[in-house]
């Protein structure tokens, strides 16, 4: 299974973005899809998360202006970035970890290359 990232870019605070997050392969064996950040010099963090069930997670920093969906036939989890401010600048990653009984999958751990998004002030 392969993650692909897009959507990032150089936005103004206060705009917004989207970000896409596009699964290939068997990608039946994966289910949930996380969204994490780093930005220079800080460690790698989790920004939002959405299970297979559609439960969503978001970390207090994001919460109320980012958004996180899937579209199970596009095979895509998209995350909607509202109200950007200076401090989501990162590069952003797609991230999908967890078990399975499919060959090459038992447990997995997998990234996307990661888009950045640049927001200034």
């Known amino acids: 299974v392969e993650l692909v990232e897009s959507g990032g870019g150089l936005v103004q605070a206060g705009d917004s973005l989207s970000l896409s997050c596009a699964a290939s392969?068997?990608?039946?064996?994966?289910?949930?899809i996380n969204w994490y950040r780093q930005a220079p010099g800080k460690e790698r963090e989790l920004v939002a998360a959405?299970?297979?069930?559609?439960?969503?997670y978001y970390a207090d920093s994001v919460k109320g202006r980012f958004t996180i969906s899937r579209d199970n036939a596009k095979n895509t989890v998209y995350l909607q970035m509202n109200s950007l401010k200076a401090e989501d600048t990162a590069v952003y990653y797609c991230n999908s970890k967890g078990g399975s009984t499919c060959p090459g999958l038992y447990e997995y751990d997998l990234w996307g290359q990661g888009t950045q998004v640049t927001v200034s002030s």
């Open positions: 959405i299970t297979s069930g559609e439960t969503t």
């Open positions: 392969g068997d990608t039946i064996c994966i289910s949930g």
